[in-house]
């Protein structure tokens, strides 16, 4: 791949971003965070933050481009804000909306992964294997996370190296602008896995019931009861799948139960298999095997997960509505341990 191509694929999501926050004007923040260094190049960590500034308000986050190769998870990030955007200069109800809620965007976090056409950083560290936390039962052979060496895949570092650059950033996003807020939910958009959209939730570390189990079966069923012809998604916790070291949701989740306030983080794991089935020739390039590459396929996932986004944007805003009292709870968690854990116990 020639610098001159780097160049441009690179500048296009970044410049996009840029674009984006000028249109918005008075009504968003542009946060760069970091600069990522390839080559001659100095790329920067954007996040884009508007809405309410009350801390403790509302929150949605959303959150793209992790693994640099999986660029339909950036762009599906960037055709929300754009839609979001363009509504925002005629519809009112929009700029009503904000007033109640914070948007916090990162769709790029890993620019230098996405110019070099790599799942992990300039370092040769997979993002998502990268933070302090441990697996408390045997994580997947290589998958699950190594430290040998980069030139391996999902290498998590170095023994006791802080974080690298890109992960830091994101945490800092989220640790100063979502784990604040009285509730919020952040979602990661990958792609690669299996032939199924999935909605991955923590814990990507253990089989342990996950916490807010309750609150994610709740969510769930308030999806399907609003798009009951929607039904493209699996929710499911990570662990059913496989097990892996040092996942970034786990270890911001684990910093979110030190706060007051409910922190939901989902991950999108958008199906690619689909795509290598319908067009078995993209099996020979590496970037085809995560990113639909025919033009009518790509225009379709853009669209196809604005529901979902919408949908959580809503929840956010009308929380209180919907999280279930007390004796709601006890029923639902004993739905998600029945759904999601008991069918799996050894």
């Known amino acids: ?3 001159t191509h780097n160049q441009r694929c690179y500048l296009a999501e970044l410049k996009e971003i840029e674009n984006l926050a000028k249109q918005t004007g008075s009504l968003a923040e542009l946060h760069t965070l970091d600069h990522i260094t390839v080559g001659d190049q100095q790329m920067p960590l954007y996040a884009l933050i508007m809405g309410n500034a009350d801390p ?28 979001l955007v363009e509504g925002m200069s005629w519809m009112p109800a ?72 890109e992960a830091q950033a994101l945490c800092k996003v989220v640790e100063n602008f979502i784990l604040p807020s009285n509730f919020s939910i952040a979602l990661d958009c990958h792609s690669g896995y299996g032939r199924i959209d999935r909605i991955w939730f923590p814990y990507a570390c253990s089989k342990r019931p996950f916490e807010n189990a309750a609150d994610i079966r709740c969510l769930a069923k308030l999806f399907y009861r609003m798009y009951p012809n929607h ?20 270890w911001l989740y684990k910093k979110s139960l030190m706060q007051t306030g409910t922190f939901l983080p989902l991950t999108l794991e958008m199906g690619s298999w689909m795509w290598i089935k319908k067009n078995p020739r993209q099996i020979f390039r590496f970037p085809s095997l995560f990113n639909p590459v025919l033009p009518h396929r790509h225009r379709r996932i853009l669209r196809r997960h604005l529901i979902l986004i919408e949908f959580l944007l809503r929840a956010v805003q009308g929380y209180r509505n919907w999280i279930p009292n007390d004796e709601q709870r006890l029923q639902l968690t004993d739905e998600a341990y029945r759904r999601w854990y008991a069918p799996h116990e050894k």
């Not at 904000?98 to 560290?125: A, E, K, S, Y």
């Not at 936390?133 to 802080?162: C, K, M, N, T």
């Open 1 to 3: 791949m020639s610098d």
């Open 56 to 83: 403790t308000a509302p929150t949605l986050g959303l959150f793209g481009g992790v693994h640099g190769v999986e660029r339909i998870g950036t762009e599906v990030v960037l055709a929300y804000m754009h839609s």
């Open 94 to 165: 929009i700029k009503n909306q904000l007033q109640d809620i914070r948007l916090v965007f990162m769709p790029l976090v890993n620019p230098g992964g996405m110019c070099t056409g790599n799942r992990c950083n300039p370092n040769g560290v997979d993002l998502m294997r990268n933070a302090p936390i441990d697996a408390d039962s045997q994580a997947h052979f290589l998958l699950g996370g190594q430290r040998w060496s980069r030139h391996f895949p999902w290498y998590r570092g170095e023994v006791g190296a802080p974080m690298e650059p």
């Open 231 to 250: 039904t493209i998604y699996k929710v499911e916790p990570q662990s059913l799948h496989y097990m892996t070291h040092g996942d970034l949701w786990d």
